[in-house]
């Protein structure tokens, strides 16, 4: 895939690894032009190690990829996921309810989103009753991966919104994921099963873990409630296997479904995440959002390149990745209300993302898959900047809001908390970018024993993204700008974003473990097929 081209930005690493930020950031015009504005998002990205040259040809490769080819195919619904033979169309799932797209599929969308908006409505209202006729005020979603961490994000972000804060007044919603049975009692601790709702998400109902879980849950219900026939009242799924559903006594007209075109870790804006989160803040909270998602839609189809924020970000993440050779990239939020956006855009960017091999088959020229990571600030610079200012480079997303959920200003304070905060958001990527030099700290009559140790070398890159408030519709920009950002970056190298066989090998080996696990605890099993130390660490287990 375009070799020269990546040959010819190769060269381009030479000269900026040759250059300090300090240097780049004396250049009014080009830190200008890397000022970029889309309506009230704002990307400053001159503290990366591009000149206007560098970006240039990064535009370039863009073209020479196909990105723009690439985009078109997806959002009309062709089966760009060539490995299992799909098409990648979550896209649609946000989309106006009159919307028209390639393969027609909004009004099957609308469908289950008017099905989910009257259950969710009937619950919250107290209409629908559990089994011994008490509304139900708390839901505990069961699902794993993309079934969980997106909606975990949007939940934890909304609750100290206060618009949506106060249509969840009164409401709980819990999550089970891991199959640790120490996720079972945290979740299920304080509940009152006559006032739980169980939503159980798994598009074919077979999910090791989830299925699990659940069964574990459904004997807790009707240990509690006396009878099997609680489940219909208090269980609901999010699937398409409609036989298994009902087999686990789930009443079909509680099925809401999705598609083979909803990749899980794009999957938040389906029953996947719009069910559990219209049950705790109401289906209008949850349109705000999906009417988010699709406006950066219509960004990133319409605007121009340099202008184009996904296009960007992704663009900037391969520079640093495969071709600087940075190895992570750091995330972080400067709004404690995105304490699980990390955890989320983990596993969609390096599920999504960590391939070695192109569409074809062939190995990828350069390397490929960034390590995400993150914590909200200010939590993280008492944590892992210590290695970003003095240690390793690890190129990082500063996100921040212009307004807080919860503004606070103290009489005899200087500063509103929140100015307390993004002071920081502001003050980080300069300290990244130019560092502290010997001689300045000389100025400064820091003693010479210190002097090393004090030293900054600078020359971190970032990026900074500023949006005005963490709401249900700026959420919804925010992540879809991330879910278009991780696809940029597989265009970009010609990787499948959007399979995972990665995560197969070890569900395998798991069921042959299971398998000897149940007989072993039996009495004899053949343990033969393991190696001798997972053999010797397995008597260990059971001994």
């Known amino acids: 895939m375009a070799a020269a081209l990546w040959s010819d930005l190769k060269g381009q690493v030479a000269k900026m690894s040759g250059t300090h930020l300090r240097t780049l950031l004396q250049d009014q015009a080009r830190n200008d032009s890397m000022f970029v504005q ?25 073209d020479k990829a196909g990105v723009e080819q690439k985009k078109t195919k997806m959002f009309a619904g062709e089966k760009i996921n060539e490995t299992e033979g799909r098409a990648v169309l979550h896209p649609a799932l946000r989309a106006p309810r009159d919307a028209v797209d390639g393969q027609n599929v909004v009004p099957e969308v609308w469908k289950v989103l008017d099905a989910m908006k009257g259950f969710s409505d009937k619950v919250r209202s107290g209409e629908w009753k559990g089994h011994t006729g008490k509304a139900l005020t708390d839901v505990v979603c069961i699902g794993i991966g993309g079934s969980y961490l997106g909606v975990e994000f949007v939940y934890e972000a909304l609750k100290t919104c206060p618009e949506a804060a106060a249509a969840a007044n009164g409401r709980k919603l819990r999550f089970l994921a891991n199959v640790d049975p120490i996720d079972v009692k945290r979740a299920l601790e304080g509940l009152n099963a006559e006032t739980t709702l169980v939503v159980i998400i798994s598009k074919t109902f077979t999910t090791a873990e989830t299925m699990l879980n659940a069964k574990t849950v459904k004997a807790w219900l009707v240990k509690e409630l006396g009878s099997e026939d609680c489940v219909a009242k208090h269980v609901v799924a999010c699937s398409t296997a409609l036989d298994k559903t009902k087999a686990f006594g789930i009443d079909s007209n509680n099925v809401f479904g999705f598609w083979d075109w909803v990749g899980g870790r794009f999957s938040v804006w389906s029953a996947v995440g719009v069910l559990a989160l219209s049950l705790q803040y109401g289906f209008g909270t949850v349109n705000q959002f999906l009417e988010g998602g699709h406006a950066m839609d219509e960004h990133f189809q319409k605007a121009s390149a340099k202008e184009n924020l996904p296009l960007i970000l992704g663009l900037l993440d391969v520079w640093n990745g495969s071709l600087l050779g940075y190895e992570g990239v750091a995330i972080l939020p400067y709004c404690q209300a995105l304490l699980r956006f990390v955890p989320h855009i983990q596993q969609l960017d390096m599920e999504s993302n960590g391939k070695s091999v192109q569409m074809d088959g062939t190995a990828v020229a350069v390397p490929t898959g960034a390590i995400n990571f993150g914590e909200p600030g200010t939590n993280g610079q008492h944590s892992f900047y210590q290695l970003m200012h003095q240690g390793r480079v690890v190129p990082s997303h500063f996100l921040g809001f212009a307004s807080s959920q919860n503004p606070v200003e103290l009489a005899g304070e200087a ?106 605890r039996k009495g004899a099993a053949d343990d033969s097929k393991f190696l001798s130390p997972t053999k010797k660490l397995l008597a260990k287990y059971l001994a």
């Open 38 to 62: 889309s309506g009230q998002i704002v990307l400053d990205y001159c503290r990366q190690k591009v000149d206007t040259e560098t970006m240039s040809k990064l535009f370039e490769l863009a």
């Open 415 to 520: 500063v509103s908390n929140h100015d307390e905060l993004m002071s920081n958001f502001f003050a980080q990527p300069d300290a990244l970018a130019l560092g502290k030099t010997a001689e300045e700290l000389k100025a400064e009559g820091v003693p010479e024993k210190l002097i090393a140790h004090k030293t900054f070398p600078g020359d971190r890159p970032s990026l900074s993204l500023l949006m005005p408030t963490c709401n249900a519709f700026w959420l919804g920009q925010l992540l879809a700008l991330y879910e278009h950002r991780t696809a940029v970056i597989g265009w970009l190298l010609n990787v499948n974003s959007f399979d995972q066989w990665g995560v197969e090998l070890g569900k395998v080996l798991a069921k042959e473990v299971r398998g000897y696990l149940s007989q072993a």
